[in-house]
């Protein structure tokens, strides 16, 4: 999830990885999977776990926050220049920058991700989106909300203006640096984000086609019948996916608008998600660089 007001306030001013046994890694997938689930779905939060099953298989559950990647990160890092890197993942997501950074080592390893339960926000966007080898187990949520953007851009310095405008700005020695700071560090982080997608032909608007979408305009059809809860994600279907560029090696994500919020539902979370409308600010003419897909 993209928090500038976290960026803002640190410009103002790890989970430790348990080991498998050599029997467990012998189907990474299967045992990651099967770890996965024995996990409580809030302990993504309140205790966010590394799993590494051999030198070049992990599983990760847990929100990404600081200091929560610092295991996958040691794990990537002496995974063998001749292996593959696996990484089985569940996530509601978290901080987008921390996401990128192990995503951008995933794709210059050509690492192979799967996708297990709920794969969300700076998961679906970086982990899932940013690899060619993806994969979903079945029944798996991929839910996205957008990333560096413009809008994302603005939202943030709108929010140091209102800081500004407030009691606390009295004691902020020098706004306009400020400014310039914010808007540099997320242009930068826009930039990576979007390499990070031309590489490998992922088109950079299932981030920024959120820009240009009134999700409370959708019909409710869309997410799955009338709710008064907050529509916090999109996922795409398979035409779109495909599209866009993200579709998956294998498996297939769960895009029944009703069975999408019943599993929302059943983790307990206060809000939906909602299937993305077809024409644009999702499809149309493609913005993928020529000869950018493999």
């Known amino acids: 999830m993209i928090t500038p007001l976290m960026s803002l306030l640190m410009l103002l001013g790890s989970a430790s990885p348990t080991r498998a046994d050599a ?39 847990g929100v990404v926050a600081n200091g929560s990647l610092e295991a996958l990160h040691a794990w990537i890092d002496a995974v063998p220049e001749t292996a593959q890197p696996l ?24 690492a192979s991700v799967h996708v297990v339960g709920v794969c969300a926000s700076a998961c679906a966007n ?15 949520l991929l839910l996205f909300h957008g990333g560096f953007s413009a809008g994302n851009r603005a939202r943030a310095l709108a929010m140091l203006e209102a800081y500004l405008d407030g009691p606390q700005g009295a004691t902020v020695p020098d706004p306009e640096a400020n400014r310039r ?15 990070l997608y031309h590489r490998i032909g992922v088109d950079p608007r299932i981030v920024h086609g959120f820009d240009a979408l009134a999700v409370d305009s959708l019909d409710d059809a869309h ?24 579709a998956p090696v294998s498996g297939h994500a769960e895009q029944d608008p009703q069975r ?3 599993a929302i539902a059943a983790l307990g979370a206060g809000f939906i998600a909602c299937r993305a409308p077809g024409g644009t600010p999702f499809t149309g003419a493609g913005v993928r660089e020529a000869g950018s897909g493999r």
């Open 23 to 61: 029997a467990q890694a012998a189907d990474p997938v299967q045992a990651c999977h099967a770890w996965i689930e024995g996990r409580a779905w809030n302990d993504q939060e309140d205790d966010p776990q590394t799993l590494v099953l051999s030198p070049a298989a992990a599983c990760f559950d």
């Open 87 to 110: 990484l089985v993942v569940r996530s509601r997501g978290g901080d987008s920058e921390t996401a990128l950074a192990l995503a951008e080592k995933l794709q210059a390893r050509d």
């Open 126 to 140: 970086y982990f899932y989106a940013g690899v060619h080898d993806r994969h979903v187990q079945p029944a798996a």
């Open 181 to 195: 700071a914010i808007g540099q560090s997320l242009d930068a982080s826009q930039a990576r984000q979007d390499a």
């Open 223 to 246: 997410c799955g019948g009338p709710s008064p809860a907050p529509r916090h994600f999109l996922y795409f279907d398979d035409a779109q996916m495909a599209h866009l560029g993200i």
């Open 260 to 262: 999408v919020n019943a």
